[in-house]
């Protein structure tokens, strides 16, 4: 899919298809992850994590909350004293 690149203040900018938006649940704000390969040169843009949706923590947060309360138990147990 072809895209041109637009200014954004001082920097430049892709759009997204409205298909690409609507298919990824993309909205204004919200976190994507840019990476360049250094050999190819390809960029590639994925959505950042999401820990909310539709109000609520997703499965993903809660096993992320799980396993670091799982990791630093001992230490959450000392500071609540």
């Not at 298909?19 to 843009?45: C, D, N, W, Y």
């Not at 949706?53 to 096993?63: D, I, P």
Request: hydrophobic letters at 40%; a positive charge; glycine letters at 8%.
């Amino acid at each position: 899919m072809k895209r041109k690149l637009v200014r954004a203040g001082g920097s430049l900018a892709v759009t997204l298809p409205a298909e690409v938006v609507q298919e990824f649940k993309l909205r204004k704000g919200m976190s994507v992850e840019v990476s360049v390969h250094p050999q190819t040169g390809a960029v590639t843009i994925r959505p950042g994590p999401r820990y909310f949706e539709r109000g609520r923590v997703t499965a993903r947060f809660e096993a992320l909350a799980d396993e670091l309360m799982g990791r630093r138990a001992k230490a959450y147990r000392v500071l609540a004293k």
